[in-house]
């Protein structure tokens, strides 16, 4: 890699030559060799800990109906019940600041960028600096990942089901947020700490969201994530974590509707205090998350389940957490969701089935007929949607993969109309996959 580099770098150095020589008019007069050595291969040196990665996942959906609307890669066009996309192509650069007395590094700068059919978008953008001592702690400035879950934090690249569920989607789109993270990994190999791994960062809010390009209010989130990484249990490896989110965002009215009970029937109340108005719109989120896996011969089997709670504010026909401040009266709806994996390769770690199921409930206290019921406030905002998903992944070579998948998608039948009946949205999806 490090000759490669050098090549390349040599290249474009020789190419701009004639500049260089009119800039340093007798550098390559006086003796040629003085050029690679002041200028070459100090760029090379400084490339010896700069590192690229990517992929690219070009792919064909065809769904159940025309215009459907999706979680697999956005909405259908209204015309169409089928589509090529790229639906991501990332390039990520990492830089490692060596340290002087270590090899682990001293700081580290990552960037990646995604560029598609739909434009180009900046997805990581930060610097993390370690302790320089026992390189426990790190702390992280820019756009990174929400310490929170797990299928949040698996990348793209090495998902195995094409998209993550409509719960992490719609609570948590594009998974990024701009702030600072603290975060506490024993070094020690044989350290009683060793297997785990606490984050806390305090992020903006509203991430990368659509139409978001600057923090909208003075709240902040406290997001965090406690993580025992992969142990051995028994025959198996065991892995899982604890995940927490406290925050919200400003109400721009005095109008804030809760669920009530109502001798057993529940229903959203009004509070038009002056006070709400500014107030913080609560966001709580709780998370557990537990992974299994068993190797054996020809590959190995994985079990993964995670489940959310809590609170998520919003509006009278959205719980999708904003870009920019929503100006509507305020919703404050109880959720839960969570996501089940089962993995298996067959006959050999090169195919591998995958069967997932995942639920996003936006308002637990209410279901059925009784949404969208005169008098009772709920919308399609408070749907439930239920999502089961099969597919299989033929591995070309350990960058290169093929998968196919289908997704079943079911939402609960309600007085909502639109939702009376299930919707025709099931997608079904082939995609290409090269990493590098």
């Known amino acids: 890699m490090k000759s490669v580099l050098f090549i390349v770098v040599a290249a474009c150095a020789l190419f701009l030559m004639p500049f260089n020589a009119a800039a340093q008019r007798y550098l390559t007069e006086y003796d040629s060799t003085l050029f690679i050595r002041d200028t070459v291969r100090p760029v090379v040196k400084r ?13 064909f959906q065809v769904a159940q109906s025309k215009g459907a609307p999706s979680y697999e ?102 998974e990024r947020d701009l702030g600072a993270m603290l975060s506490y990994e024993p070094q020690k190999k044989k350290g009683k700490f060793k297997p785990f791994k606490l984050d806390v960062a305090l992020v903006n809010g509203q991430g990368l969201a659509p139409g978001g390009t600057t923090d909208f209010d003075q709240y902040k989130d406290l997001v965090s994530r406690f993580t025992l990484k992969p142990i051995p249990v028994g025959g198996l490896t065991l892995s899982g974590g604890l995940s927490l989110l406290n925050g919200g965002w400003r109400q721009a009215t005095k109008y804030k509707w809760t669920m009530s009970d109502n001798s057993g029937k529940y229903n959203f109340n ?12 609560e966001r709580r989120y709780y998370g557990a998350d537990v992974q299994l896996v068993k190797k054996h011969g020809w590959g190995k089997t994985e079990f993964r389940a995670e489940y959310w709670r809590g609170l998520q504010p919003g509006t009278a026909k959205t719980t999708t957490n904003p870009g920019i401040l929503p100006l509507d009266p305020t919703f404050i709806r109880p959720f839960d969701g969570g996501f089940f994996y089962f993995l298996q390769n067959l ?83 082939a995609r290409f996959q090269f990493r590098f």
């Open 47 to 59: 490339m010896e800990n700069l590192y690229f990665s990517g992929y690219i996942q070009p792919q």
């Open 73 to 174: 890669g956005g909405n259908f066009s209204e015309f169409s019940n089928n589509r090529f996309m790229l639906r991501r192509a990332r390039v990520k650069l990492d830089y490692f600041f060596p340290s002087k007395n270590s090899s682990f590094p001293a700081a580290l700068f990552a960037f990646q960028f995604d560029a598609t059919e739909r434009g180009v978008n900046v997805r990581d953008m930060y610097a993390r600096v370690f302790e320089p001592k026992g390189h426990n702690f790190a702390l992280t400035m820019g756009i990174f990942a929400r310490p929170f879950g797990y299928e949040i934090n698996l990348s793209s690249a090495f998902r195995e089901t094409p998209e993550r569920g409509r719960m992490s989607q719609i609570l948590m789109p594009t």
């Open 270 to 281: 009004l509070d038009s205090s002056l006070s709400n108005l500014g107030g913080k719109a």
């Open 347 to 429: 006959g050999n770690s090169k195919n591998e089935l995958m069967v997932k199921y995942d639920w996003y409930d936006p308002n637990r206290k209410v279901g059925g007929p009784q949404i969208g019921m005169n008098g009772g406030g709920f919308t399609a905002a408070d749907v439930r949607f239920d999502t089961w998903g099969v597919g299989l992944t033929r591995w070309l070579t350990d960058r290169v993969k093929f998968l196919v998948y289908y997704d079943f998608v079911k939402n609960e039948k309600t007085s909502v109309a639109g939702y009376t009946q299930d919707l025709k949205d099931n997608i079904f999806t």
